[in-house]
């Protein structure tokens, strides 16, 4: 069935050709990329490598000798601009076309850009490559002021880091708390107390209205007509997947490249994992479409298998993180549809673990320095294991002795 | 550059120089060694970096913070007393000789 060819060089794309590899095949393998870095880690970009001193060859996930070693093909530098999926072909930007026999699509997704007059200031940044690291990382060495645009949990990494380099930062969100669409309130107000400690100004209900640039310079102003001064502004405010190279071709894309619970498209030769698919997983009714390590990883392991013909449904439980100071968010499951939250432990604390359940049903745990508790939770909704309430509750039961 | 031994689970041995202010984890990555997965990329929230550390070599790391051993509660393989997470060691010249072990897996 050869070639086998990938494109995106990210995370899921560099699983795929490792678990190819892995699976036993030997025939050709190209992976195709249009950053110039070999493949990399992102989650470090909004974290230590913002804060540190840090050589990016640190966040390759290979060496580049293990590619030849492992007789991949990489092309890195050149985006594919055009699938043909008549005569099976690719075509890149260096006009070259590439032969496939079977294809993967790991193109992950792009930041969606702040919609205002004036957001094209080159002092108006965004985070989602190591070239966008490398950049905010240089720039804030010059600054003293940031605002940051979007309270998910890029925009707080940032805002911590900036903190931590002794920033005065603004963090503007447009909803009513911090990280809206995924925490429980008070997990958000447990986060914008820990922000607000640390000195950050924490604006919610805020809408950027314009970036102006005025003769006091930079800033942000709000519908409200209130300007925040700012020497750099960080947008982070969502992601929008790259589905146009399927969707021209004709693969059927809802925001999101559709796949079913074996990563395959509605062409038989190709599939498609991690952040740009809205894809089954059989743990859950309805299609998801998830932006972590773990949704790359394991369903370009899926992906992977089904390219060697030796399917295996989708079925791992969504995990998650994200530091913030000294504070580590660990989530798992999906909270969507709960009725009630179970408290373990107490914010006051710096240490708890919120339970979201729907009815006796446990669908979701966020974990705050309690790294047990997110391990446990994990193995417990992969095996479907009930646990009630009041077990959930109590510090003093172990939960690493309930099977 | 401080030199590490990696023992893998088969008995094989490997020598690495890595750089002063890396972790383990980012060395041993970058040299291609595969029984380090590392998933979360050294953000100590996945326990997928586990080594053994040799008994002699213990004494000379950092205490694991809260974290780290909360997580090593959670390894593929049960820790041993002597087990810890490579993401959240550093290297530096006091480690040059470094001794571990790998696991036989890491999830
Ligand atoms: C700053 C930051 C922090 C994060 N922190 C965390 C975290 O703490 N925990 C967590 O679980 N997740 C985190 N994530 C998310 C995680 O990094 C992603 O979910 C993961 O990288 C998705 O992998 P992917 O391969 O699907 O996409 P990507 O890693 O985005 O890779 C896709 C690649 O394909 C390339 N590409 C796209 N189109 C083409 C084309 N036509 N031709 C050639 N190449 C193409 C892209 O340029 C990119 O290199 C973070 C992400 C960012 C940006
Ligand atoms: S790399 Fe994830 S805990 Fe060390």
Redesign the interface.
Known sequence: MPPIVVVGAGQAGLQVVDSLRRGGYTDALTLIGDETWLPY????LS??FLLE?M?P???????A??FS?QDVTLRLGVSVTRLNRTTCELTLSDGSTVHYDRLALATGTRVRTLPVPGADDPRVCYLRGLDDAVRVKARLVETSRVVIVGAGFIGLEIAAVARALGKEVTVIEAQGRVMPRVVAPLVSAYFQRVHESHGVRVMTDAQVQAVVNSGAGLAVRLRDATEIPAELIIVGIGVVPNTELAAAAGIICDSGIVVDEFARTNDPAIVAAGDCTRHRNTLFAEPHRLES??NA?DQAKVAAASLLDVPVAYAQVPWF?S?QYDV?L?MTGISTGYDELVLRGVPESGAFSVFYYAGERLLAVDSI????DH??ARRWLLAGTKIAKHSAADVAVDL?SVI | MPKVTLIAHDGTRRELDIPSGWSLMEGAVQNDVSGIVAECGGGCACATCHVVVDPNWLAKLPAPSATELDLLECTAVPRQANSRLSCQIKLSADLDGLIVQLPERQT
Not at chain 1, 369 to 372: A, D, G, H, L, W
């Open positions: 880690q992102r989650p470090p974290k230590k001193e050589d060859a640190r966040l390759y996930f290979r060496p000798a293990h070693k390590v773990q990883v993180w530091d580590k660990q320095n309690r790294p047990v391990m446990v690493k």
